[in-house]
């Protein structure tokens, strides 16, 4: 939009018929000033004529006219008016057309499901006493908790171990498949189930970390994070790749037959447990557990009866608004954890005066290492170096989002302390954790150039070298047989 008014030229005009001259318009009369000052007018020409004379009039060039066509003194729109209502519009075609940060939440989405189910899997026997009947918590006790916080939990269904095996099973099964993206939506309201039952169960047995894997379960399952990296997006490049070669004709959705009956096994455990009373908690659970199905079911209609059609695009349009709304979501999640701890930090005595990092490191239940923590606290400048560093990067980390240099300065040097707090401080799950979620701030570039180099190690570790050797020539009926020795 050019922001042009319209000729103005007269509509009623007939062809080769010269429309009535205006005062000053070819009529002899001049302006102030000597013949020729004044440009586009030669000696005994009529203003307009070098603009060929009624179609310089009909673009609007008439004397005492600008040559958009508005009256002198006319007050036009700013260029920078222009510029940032087109900005704005290409900033709303790409939030809508386009499913922001693929690589990065893709790699969120690895980055839980593998933290989680490694947890899972170390704390495998000690499962019945962490979550399990044999706990200290005890079932009752969990019970009269959760009626008062009223936290959703599929333990609390019932009190049997063979339950407890089965909500256990689901929550290691979810994250393994989550992880390798295989049907990345089921997996993802599956993997929030078992987050959520086993944590709500035994609120006093996590950390920090189990928090934050806490509530990235419950926005991983609003993002579209299995468009790259994901057994997902192998089997719909394979499938494009079918269509584009004319082997498989036909909508998405009419070969996809394990995505519908996943679907509708849920849908019958979500109709059982509403009935029953059985999904409780708070009121936008149940909410989101039903949109969520509703959505996906609407999702596969769509593929299968209108794959080009405009509820199609529709409902594209919409899963981009919500993916790219739950990104920003999880990475103002992730600011908030920094800035609230670092200002938290500069209030205590022990951080402002450089000590705070010497007495974790002096706990026996936080030295896996004990001569590397002595070796670190023998030097009371490296102390102080380390806790101010703290401090500083927390602090300024949500500032440094202005910069994409300091940015990732900052985000290699919050990799390096949660890496640090891993092996000197034996909380690795709550390293794995924090590092996930900063991992939503790498950039597209080092993400993609990190996934070439993992496939390329892949291939070569565990694809086997299939180049041949040259082969001889054909024999032709017409030539004898010809050997390498011959």
Not at 66 to 79: C, N
Not at 162 to 178: D, G, H, N, Q, T
Not at 215 to 232: E, F, H, K, N, P
Not at 402 to 415: E, G, I, S
Request: glycine share 12%; hydrophobic share 45%.
């Amino acid at each position: 939009m050019s922001g042009r008014p319209p000729v103005s030229g007269p509509l009623d005009e007939q062809p080769g018929r010269r429309p009535a001259e205006q005062p000053g318009e070819g009529s002899g009369e001049r302006s102030s000033g000597p013949p020729g000052e004044r440009s586009g007018e030669r000696s005994g020409e009529p203003l307009g004529a070098r603009s060929g004379g009624p179609l310089g009039e009909r673009f609007g060039e008439r004397a005492g006219e600008r040559p958009d066509g508005r009256p002198p003194g006319a007050r036009t729109e700013s260029k920078p008016l222009f510029a940032v209502e087109r900005r704005a519009g290409r900033a709303v075609q790409r939030v809508t057309a386009t499913a922001l940060g693929p690589y990065q939440s893709a790699v969120v989405r690895i980055g839980f499901a593998g933290t989680w189910l490694l947890f899972l899997l170390w704390e495998l026997p000690n499962r019945r006493e962490l979550y399990g009947p044999d706990g200290p918590w005890s079932w009752d006790m969990a019970q009269q908790l959760i009626a008062r916080n009223g936290a959703f939990t599929g333990l609390m269904w019932s009190d049997s171990t063979v339950w407890f095996e089965i909500v256990f099973a689901v929550a290691m099964l979810s994250s393994a498949l989550l992880l390798v993206g295989w049907r990345t939506r089921t997996m993802s309201v599956l993997f929030m189930f078992g987050v959520l039952s086993l944590q709500n169960r035994s609120i006093f047995m996590g950390d920090g970390g189990d928090n934050v894997i806490h509530l990235m379960a419950i926005y991983l399952v609003l993002t579209r994070c299995g468009q790259v990296w994901s057994l997902d997006a192998r089997r719909a490049a394979r499938t494009a790749a079918r269509r584009g070669a004319g082997h498989e004709p036909g909508a998405q959705g009419a070969r996809d037959r394990v995505g519908p009956l996943l679907w509708g096994c849920l849908g019958v455990f979500l109709i059982i447990g509403t009935v029953t009373d059985r999904v409780q908690g708070a009121p936008w659970l149940p909410v989101l557990f039903w949109g969520v199905w509703i959505a996906q079911a609407l999702w596969w209609a769509a593929n299968l009866y209108a794959p080009n059609g405009q509820p199609r695009a529709l409902l594209n349009v919409l899963a981009n608004l919500v993916h790219n709304a739950a990104l920003v979501v999880i990475m103002a999640e992730v600011c908030l954890v920094y800035a609230t701890a670092g200002w938290y930090k500069i209030q205590g005595s022990r951080w402002q005066d450089g000590t705070a990092l010497y007495y974790p490191l002096k706990l026996h239940y936080f030295a896996p290492w004990p001569e590397l923590s002595g070796l670190l606290t023998s030097s009371g400048v490296i102390v102080m170096l380390l806790t101010y560093g703290t401090v500083a990067v927390q602090v300024a980390f949500p500032f440094a989002l202005l910069n994409r240099r300091l940015k990732n300065v900052l985000l290699v040097a919050m990799m390096l302390e949660h890496a640090g707090i891993a092996v000197l401080l034996g909380l690795p799950f709550f390293s794995l954790a924090m590092i996930a979620a900063d991992a939503v701030f790498l950039p597209t570039g080092f993400l993609r150039r990190l996934g070439g180099e993992a496939a390329g190690l892949w291939h070569r570790l565990f694809t086997q070298d299939r180049k041949r050797l040259p082969e001889q020539r054909r024999d032709s009926p017409e030539q004898p047989a010809r050997t390498l020795v011959g």
